[in-house]
């Protein structure tokens, strides 16, 4: 897939508005990068579309601070949303919204990726459990059993 680029045209807080070109508007959910170095500062940021404005223009939630963004700063859309690990070898470890490690041990290798907005199962691959769900969180495990 072609890589298209865009540019900040607004940023509000946390919302973040991306002009793309003309027939190039990346999904909903899509994930955009922001890569930027200023004088003092370097952005990563990764942003999610979460509305076409109009006019070219998405609206954007940004995963982590926006602080020293400009107005026309080069933003590429990924072509796919944001996903995280999943499996076994997940459970126990720490991660970001992005799905990347921040507990600081050694990191996965080939480990299957989901995105983080997918449908609801249907009711009929559903099947109710009366187990314990353990969820990992100590507290909540011990105070709701």
């Not at 897939?1 to 003309?22: A, C, L, N, T, Y």
């Not at 995105?115 to 314990?132: F, L, M, N």
């Amino acid at each position: 897939m072609s890589e298209f680029v865009g540019k900040v045209v607004q940023v509000i807080g946390p919302v973040v508005d991306v002009e793309f070109p003309v027939d190039q508007l990346p999904n909903i959910y899509s994930a955009v990068t922001v890569d930027s170095v200023t004088d003092d500062r370097e952005i990563h940021l990764t942003l999610e579309v979460a509305q076409h404005l109009g006019n070219n223009v998405v609206r954007c939630v940004a995963m982590s601070s926006t602080d020293g963004l400009q107005r026309g700063t080069r933003a590429v859309d990924t072509g796919a949303p944001i996903s995280v690990p999943i499996g076994r070898n997940v459970l126990g470890r720490l991660f970001n919204v992005l799905g990347e490690l921040i507990d600081g041990g050694e990191e996965l290798s080939d480990e299957e990726r989901w995105p983080i907005h997918r449908q609801a199962p249907k009711v009929d691959e559903v099947e109710p459990a009366t187990t314990v769900l353990e969820t990992g969180i100590k507290v909540v495990d011990l105070i709701a059993p």
